[in-house]
């Protein structure tokens, strides 16, 4: 069974691009989250889906993240503009439902915004 | 708000000694509690599960079990290999003001020496 499948794997922009993350969660997996891990830090939750509806999007910053999941499958996070200070690993995890079952994460997209 | 806290934040043991994690809560009416391991530059990797009804779980050499009155949780690894070196980070799911909420601890870096 293939896991939950993230691009790019690292990626490197200038402050006020734009940038986008892809995630493909597992297959049946109702439930997919987006989080930041800072550096040392562990992850918090931008944004967490059940099918195609956001349901806990309390934690993204709206002002310039945007996030979709078209079809309740594959996810895109996106920035725009990107600033210095998020530059962090941006994870996507899936599960089956929310509650009783536990994560699956992907292997993350290491931003760098110079 | 709940607040997750693991101590040590670093620990370093030579290969094959038995060590315990630590892994604190502050709000104990949780759903479940999960450990994690995560290698440098990866995502997580799912190793235990506890339901708030459960007191422990075991998986090969690692053993979490969890204490909710306390608000603790251990995940003990026997025999320790230079492959276990990793941070392990333990994520706690409760209820906040009609949401499900995850807090992750920041992690225990631990270093296993040949």
């Known amino acids: 069974e293939a896991g939950v499948v993230q691009s790019p794997r690292y990626k490197i922009i200038e402050k006020k691009q734009p940038v986008a993350f892809w995630c493909n969660p597992i297959?049946?997996?109702?439930?997919l989250y987006w989080y930041r891990q800072n550096l040392g830090q562990g992850p918090e939750l931008l944004i967490r889906y059940e099918n195609e509806e956001a349901v806990d999007d309390s934690q993204l910053p709206k002002d310039r993240f945007s996030a979709e999941r078209l079809k309740g499958v594959d996810s895109t996070l996106k920035i725009q503009p990107a600033e210095l200070g998020d530059s962090a690993v941006y994870l996507c995890?899936?599960?089956?439902?929310?509650?009783?079952?536990?994560?699956?994460f992907g292997s993350g997209t290491r931003l760098t915004v110079v | 708000k709940q607040e997750v806290t693991q101590i040590p934040a670093a620990l370093s043991v030579p290969e094959g000694e038995n060590l315990v994690l630590n892994c604190s809560f502050t709000?104990?009416?949780?759903?479940?509690l999960q450990w994690f391991r995560q290698d440098p530059g990866k995502g997580l990797t799912s190793l235990l599960l506890?339901?708030?009804?459960?007191r422990e779980q075991t998986s090969g050499r690692l053993n979490a079990s969890l204490d909710k009155s306390s608000g603790r949780s251990t995940l003990y690894i026997a025999a320790s290999q230079p492959g276990d070196s990793a941070t392990y980070l333990c994520a706690v799911r409760r209820n906040s003001g009609g949401y499900q909420k995850v807090t992750f601890g920041t992690g225990t870096k631990l270093q296993v020496i040949p």
């Open positions: 506890i339901q708030s009804s459960q």
């Open positions: 995890a899936s599960s089956l439902s929310w509650g009783v079952y536990g994560y699956t």
């Open positions: 297959s049946g997996h109702n439930t």
């Open positions: 709000d104990s009416a949780i759903y479940n």
